[in-house]
């Protein structure tokens, strides 16, 4: 049960790995897992006299992301040195941004969509890169150890704006469905929680409704899903609440999330920005932006998930559940699009797309892009449905022929004899046959049971194999019934 005694806010701090092939200031490759301190170099293990060098893609990555998310863009801006001590962090700091308006991107906004099919938007206060740590491991013989694989690849930190916007669980959870959605249909990350290419640390504190300043906050991390997210949230507010109802004081720290009891537990006090003595990276030249590069990256935007979402509801007449189901993966949105473009109907794809075709795949473990169905065969089975060339029911024969061989739809109808029959002639003996065979279903129609009527046309539909035009023989019945 939600408390109405305290406010909850949520400060959402993420971190995406970017799809680069290589690290951010050096030329080792950037892969996810290998033999650990593989894919290490004199520049990522911050050995003496090495120095860094700027990957432009990482650059133009984050560029991208900062206009998708409607940020202001920094003409100039400095990389800066965060300085802390920790065995992952090789240099004894970290090549990170600092500063209001210093990251590439600031300033920025996105919608989300909520529970009851409203929108929210939620301000952004910056979208910065940086470069990732390594990562300690627990060693099968006891202690620890480092891999220094993952140090220096490029990261991308999207931070919301103070005082949060977010203000519970739930929408923390589709903000960050959003957004990584968004990076997925940028192509600048693969969005993987469970590899930790995308990892979100929320802020979380609890304040009286209409305080003038927020509690005391507490970041959480070792969050990895978005299920997890919305658990450690609920976990913190609820656990703060009981503290304060104890008379207890809250302190600003970071705690960690335990995936397998749901509870979180202390890790360090939380450091203060002044701790980290940021400064200049004296090794780094700024980067500058032009006019030009800006728009130019603009324009190569694609069409981001709210855009779609409106278009499929506004133009192609969606509802909202098919909207949002095709919109949650960008291959299968593109397939769609794909289907559209080629003649299909929007309605009767997207139905074959998120049943039949759904459905195959998921048995297959396939992709769409790896069947042997395309989005051509598809929009034609479509329209051959809508020419009333074959039934729906034969339209499933055909479609399971068209996944396991990917022959054309025609090809299949022709070869197979499935061509729909809808000549009253050739159906009148058909239906008259039935009609004979079935005398006690005649006698309750005529009684008045109308309903005896779909069990005369099912006859009529399986001594034709389904090829009957449904409509055509449901009139041959009735205009046989009442004479």
Known sequence: MVSTEFELSVGLEVHAELLTLSKMFCGCPNEFGGEPNTRVCPVCLGLPGSLPVINRQAVEHVLKTALALNCSIAMRSMFHRKNYFYPDLPKGYQISQYEETNPIGYRGW???????????????????????????????????????????????????????DVKSAEEARSYLQELRLILLYLGVCDGRMEQGSFRCEPNISIAPPGAETLGTKVELKNLGSFKAVALGIEYERSRMESALARGETLHQETRGWDESAEISYPMRRKEGESDYRYFTDPDLPPLAFDEETIERVRASLPELPGEKRRRYRESLGLGEYDANLLVADPEWAAYFDEAVSAGGDAKLVCNWMNSDFARLLNESGQRPRTSKVTPERLAELVGLIQADQITGKIAKEVFDTMFATGDAPGKIVSEKGLSQIADAGELAAIVADVLSANPDAVEKYKSGKAGVLGFLVGQVMQKTRGRANPQVVNNLLVEKLTE
Not at 123 to 141: A, C, F, N, S, Y
Not at 145 to 153: E, I, S
């Open 110 to 164: 996105i919608e989300i969509p909520l529970a009851d099919g409203a929108t929210k938007t939620v301000r952004i206060r910056r979208v910065h890169l940086e470069e990732d740590t390594g990562k300690l491991m627990h060693l099968p013989g006891g202690g620890s150890g480092v891999d220094f694989n993952r140090a220096g690849v490029p990261l991308m930190e999207i931070v919301t704006d103070f005082p949060p």
